[in-house]
């Protein structure tokens, strides 16, 4: 099952006063909203919480640790990784900076100038997810708090895409941050009763997806799942019996595709 998400601020920004929030109002947000926010950013109209940095490097280490070192133990190298959607990068730098050859994907230019002035040799790719064909493949294609722009159409053309760009014996990995709980269905239920996204003081912001919309649309692209992980200090395997089950409470989950 997957529910429409909305949302008004993000990192202190009121994300209805961009001029592109106003565009398309049927459709999530994309490059043009993402380009104005950055700039906005950068223009100190908001701010970013240096827990909210510390808390993602935190993640990118729980990946490099649990599913990029255990990739390069059992394939006896260090992988080339394409960071879809990468924005800032506040997580996939951190696999930069363990040495491996890191690609910084996302669909605008803005969010990424900070990290070219960083890592000038770094390599990056700018373009649509559903349009463009990058060059090279792949062994770990990234998809960091991304699912959630996507319907399960979009998702599963995606998903097809991406599969052609992994070299054999690659991985798909989706770290999802907008899972739908129990508790966040009844939430949101609740709200379309009351009229709350009727007002225009929300942004279509993208998708909630329950934990088995990720098995449908991986079956549907020609993909399995290998592993569910529920993330904490550590990722933890999700039960089997429970791997398709909406939780209680809003959790982050770390998906991985072959």
Known sequence: MEMRMYQRLWHGIDMTTLPAARIAPEKPVAAEFYAQF????????????????????????IIQRDLITPWQQKHGRSPRILALGSGSAPVERVWHEHGHAVTFHDCQEASLAGMRKLYPTAEFLIGDIFKMTPEKKYDLVTLITIDYVMNRREFVEFLQRAARWLEPGGQIILY???TLSLRQMAAELIKRALGRYRNGRQV???????PGEFFKTANAAGLRVTEVYRVGATLQVTPAWMRRLPPWRSTHLVVTLE
């Not at 950055?38 to 280490?61: C, M, Q, T, V």
């Open 38 to 61: 950055y700039e906005a950013l950068a223009e100190g109209r908001g701010h970013i919480d240096p827990r909210w940095w510390e808390s993602k490097r935190e993640f990118g280490e």
């Open 176 to 178: 999802c941050a907008s």
């Open 204 to 210: 279509f912001w993208g998708y909630w997806r329950t």
